[in-house]
């Protein structure tokens, strides 16, 4: 089936840039989605991109995606310590329902 | 424009009971989708609502089911809970829920705790 990886932990300094990577499976993926959890909320939607897209930029948030390998990264620039958050990495696929990754706990250190 | 809301927030049972969730989904939101999240196991996907009938069904057993109503609000029902049955359930709402870019608006979740 359709599986979803991601590391479990980072850590960076304030100011410093983050990467948070996953890989999935499912070389059908239509989108591929970045979410972000705060403690004692939802997920908050931060970005998506579509398949035929390696990259896409807003703001501090940069995807890049390699399709060949199954591969989706999210860089925030200049990481806050409002950026501490639990972030899940999530796929889908036309008529399918999203597959989340484990999520990556991010803190970010002063 | 109101974002979807779950209630209750917080929600003690004992083993054998019954439980209802409830999710209103963003106005002219159509599609409802439920999750469960633990620790152990991460997100995983329940079931999803769209115009009342059930579209997707994920890998949980008959004890939960859940419902939506004609104005898109959904229920979701745990019977004969387990301790295991102890998670964060969110509810997502989206516009149509397949097809094109569907984005999916996350509640804030219930959090139930099985004693």
């Known amino acids: 089936g359709e599986d979803v990886e991601q590391s479990l932990f980072l850590s960076v300094r304030e100011g410093d840039s983050s990467v948070i990577n996953c890989t999935y499976t499912?070389?059908?993926?239509?989108?591929l989605y970045w979410y972000k959890q705060e403690p004692g909320a939802g997920l908050q939607l931060l970005t998506y991109?579509?398949?035929?897209?390696d990259m896409k930029q807003d703001q501090r948030l940069t995807v890049l995606l390699n399709k060949k390998d199954k591969h989706l990264s999210l860089r925030i620039a200049d990481t806050q310590t409002g950026d501490s958050a639990i972030y899940f990495c999530a796929e889908r696929n036309y008529g399918q329902n999203f597959v989340f990754g484990p999520g990556t706990r991010l803190s970010v250190l002063p | 424009k109101a974002g979807v809301t779950q209630t209750p927030r917080y929600l003690i049972k004992t083993r054998g009971q019954q439980v209802t969730l409830s999710c209103s989904p963003i106005s002219g939101h159509r599609s409802v989708s439920w999750y469960q999240q633990t620790p152990g196991q991460g997100l995983q996907f329940l079931f999803e609502?769209?115009?009342?009938?059930?579209?997707n069904k994920g890998n949980f057993p008959g004890r939960f089911s859940g419902r939506q109503f004609s104005n898109s609000r959904s229920e979701m029902n745990v019977s004969t809970l387990e301790l295991g049955d102890s998670a964060l359930y969110l509810c997502?709402?989206?516009?149509?829920?397949?097809?094109?870019?569907?984005?999916?608006?996350f509640g804030p979740g219930t959090r139930l705790t099985v004693l």
């Open positions: 991109i579509f398949s035929n897209m």
């Open positions: 499912d070389s059908s993926s239509t989108y």
């Open positions: 609502y769209f115009s009342e009938t059930q579209r």
């Open positions: 997502a709402s989206s516009l149509a829920g397949t097809g094109g870019n569907n984005e999916q608006f």
